[in-house]
Nanobody
Framework: QVQLVESGGGSVQAGGSLRLSCAAS????????MGWFRQAPGNERERVAF???????GTTDSVKGRFTISRDIAKNTLSLQMNSLKPEDTAMYYC???????????????WGQGTQVTVSS
């Protein structure tokens, strides 16, 4: 059973930084398309950043230049470094994974439980 466990959320003031981590078990992160999603109350879940099986990365426009996604294959862990945080970044952040590209595009099959990020002005 694939498990993804997020950590690192919390409350910060605008302009601050947080680093989220996602520890994977029963799967190898380098064999998965992986990424971070977020969902604020009343909003749909949004793709924030992804990393593909080759290590290529991408981020949504609203976080470009502020958020960086990375993976540590030895530790089987995915990370999201978030700098210059804004109040609009406040949301529940989820780690997700899927080894199949088409499924990843549609909706990843594996999800973590989420970690809350709150940014105050």
């Amino acid at each position: 059973q694939v498990q993804l466990v997020e950590s690192g959320g919390g409350s910060v003031q605008a302009g601050g930084s947080l680093r989220l981590s996602c520890a994977a078990s029963a799967t190898t992160i380098s064999a998965n398309y992986m990424g971070w999603f977020r969902q604020a109350p009343g909003n749909e879940r949004e793709r924030v950043a992804f990393i593909d099986i080759h290590g290529g990365t991408g981020t949504t426009d609203s976080v470009k230049g502020r958020f960086t996604i990375s993976r540590d294959i030895a530790k089987n862990t995915l990370s999201l470094q978030m700098n210059s945080l804004k109040p609009e970044d406040t949301a529940m952040y989820y780690c997700a994974a899927d080894p199949d590209l088409m499924q990843w595009v549609r909706r990843p099959r594996y999800w973590g439980q989420g970690t809350q990020v709150t940014v105050s002005s």
